[in-house]
């Protein structure tokens, strides 16, 4: 889960393009020249792929990749992918490391994860032997792409990694192990701190508001931190014929293929398919540092569906630029190795992860929370049939009644973990 899955969707851009690649290779080493060929045209023409259905039987790449198939079978966390899974092995695993991730990088969530794991097994109140860097980069080149305001300085990775290798391996007293977790935060710059998440980070919670008219950024949709009352819920459409675009985000590994880094929103957002809610600009800097999500009162027509989320920082330009998202697949609500059905138009509490994010919003500056159901192509698009994923097709589609409450019994959230200056 957080590179081939997310909560029960498929990375699908990542999976296409990252399954060709090693295909490739295959085809390579196996001196198959037909295939190596039709590959390497399939890679340059992978954005016109993604509509493919069903997923399972993708041209080229199912017949010259075999895992990609067993990894768009396997969709539930089953033997086939605990067997490999590394959380497994952290009480095993005792060497110092260090966990280098982008802030735009599809591996963020897990890097994070693992300095967690592995500190919390070496004990984060003995000498520390993790490290964590985040920087302002998607996966590769590590090249800077803050847009929201800060000061990127050049690439400092190779001076971090060889300031590392010289404390282990050396025994050099140069500092860098003085704090465990060094981070870049968008707008701002480098802060550094003890532990992931920050122990200075508390929760702060906006809730959704709207007149029941929330459907894009000319909708009525807002945040605050008062707690709703009675309110008229947003219902919103979801068609898989015309699912909502991703604009960049947190996919791999080149933008020019798949949707990677910061991008402006608002086309997406200007789409009645997407619930918008932002709050008045903010009176002071708010640096949010952390692992966010939202908790979302939704119910829907259909047997099984994709919630969304996305987190912006919309400027005094009105440009919506996303931090961070996350999605959760209803049949996988509970529990991603035991997904159940959800029944038409029941209210269900859901989670959606939005993973580690680290950004100053700027005074003057707004959060905005964009809610729909689906992001692709960097995530598959539900078909809303509650059959097997990735192995139907384009005619078995349904169209999807989406139902988003906020109200005193149904508060849906988005929670941020706020630093204090």
């Known amino acids: 889960d957080g590179w081939t899955y997310q909560s029960g969707a498929l990375n699908l851009a990542f999976v296409v393009y990252w399954s060709t690649l090693l295909g490739l290779e295959s085809a390579k080493r196996a001196g198959d020249e037909a295939g190596y060929g039709q590959l390497g045209a399939a890679l340059g023409s992978a954005p016109d792929w993604f509509n493919f259905l069903p997923i399972v039987d993708y041209p080229v790449i199912a017949e010259h990749a075999s895992y990609f198939r067993d990894w768009v079978q396997h969709s539930t966390y089953d033997d086939y992918w605990s067997r490999w899974s590394i959380d497994e092995a952290y009480d095993r695993i005792t060497v110092p490391a260090m966990h280098v991730g982008g802030l735009y990088d599809i591996f963020l969530g897990g890097t994070v994860k693992n300095f967690v794991g592995l500190s919390s097994e070496n004990g984060i109140d003995q000498a520390p032997t993790q490290k964590l860097l985040l920087g302002p980069w998607t996966h590769m080149p590590w090249s800077p792409v803050d847009v929201v305001g800060g000061q990127v300085s050049t690439n400092e990775v190779d001076d971090w990694q060889v300031r590392w290798l010289d404390h282990h391996l050396k025994g050099a007293d140069n500092g860098v192990m003085d704090h465990p977790v060094t981070v870049y935060l968008l707008g701002e710059g480098i802060r550094n701190f003890s532990e992931w998440p920050p122990p200075e980070a508390h929760f702060c919670e906006y809730f959704l508001h709207s007149g029941g008219r929330a459907n894009s950024k000319f909708g009525d949709g807002w945040l605050d931190r008062e707690v709703p009352s009675d ?181 849906s959230s988005l929670s941020l973990p706020v630093v204090r200056n």
């Open 231 to 411: 309110e008229p819920a947003d219902v919103f459409i979801y068609d898989p014929a015309t699912p909502t675009p991703s604009l960049g985000g947190h996919s791999c590994c080149f933008d020019s293929v798949t949707p990677m880094g910061p991008a402006d929103q608002c086309v997406a957002e200007g789409s009645r398919m997407v619930l918008v809610y932002t709050t008045e600009p903010m009176g002071e800097d708010v640096l949010v540092v952390g692992d966010a999500f939202v908790t979302l009162f939704a119910a829907s027509s259909a047997v099984d569906t994709d919630f969304t989320a996305r987190f912006c920082v919309v400027g005094p330009d009105g440009r919506s630029v996303n931090v961070q998202e996350g999605i959760v697949r209803a049949r996988y609500r509970d529990s991603l190795t035991e997904p159940s059905p959800i029944a038409p138009g029941e209210i269900y509490r859901y989670r959606i992860d939005l993973g580690p994010l680290a950004v100053k919003v700027p005074a003057g500056s707004a959060i905005r929370l964009d809610i729909s159901s689906s992001d692709f192509p960097q995530w598959d698009r539900n078909l809303n049939t509650g059959g097997p994923i990735g192995c139907e097709g384009p005619l078995a589609a349904v169209t999807a009644t989406q139902t988003v409450l906020h109200s005193g019994s149904y508060p």
